[in-house]
């Protein structure tokens, strides 16, 4: 990954505007900052959150609070807790994400 042409800045999350994203069960709340190609979240998910999509959308995912449960398309788990991460290539891994007990995750795609 090459980064260029952004400026330094800093973010403060407690004023970056808040999306609600509905999944098959629960939903999501997004942050997100784009700059130039990259996009930079801070996503909520509530309690019994299960994702309406299988994502081929390469991400790195660090989970700040709760547990996040990723399934791959072949049947693979991973149970990310806070401090734990992941990262996986466009189009590389179809995956979908759940929580039972919630998470809030920062992730760069």
């Known amino acids: 990954m090459q980064i260029s042409d952004i400026p330094f800045g800093t973010t403060d999350w407690d004023d970056v505007p808040k999306t ?3 999944g098959e069960t629960g ?3 997004w942050q997100t900052r784009q700059f130039g ?3 930079v979240r801070m996503v909520t998910y509530t309690p019994g ?3 309406d999509h299988w994502c081929v959308k390469g991400h790195i995912l660090l989970c700040l609070e709760g547990e996040l ?3 791959l398309a072949d ?3 991973f149970t990310l ?3 734990m991460s992941y990262q996986v290539a466009d189009n590389a891994e179809p995956h979908r994400s759940s929580t039972t007990t919630g998470a809030r995750l920062f992730i760069v795609d």
């Open 20 to 22: 609600d994203h509905t």
């Open 27 to 29: 939903s999501a709340t």
């Open 37 to 39: 190609p990259l996009r």
């Open 49 to 51: 959150y299960l994702a």
């Open 69 to 71: 449960e990723t399934e």
């Open 75 to 77: 049947g693979r788990r």
């Open 81 to 83: 807790k806070p401090g």
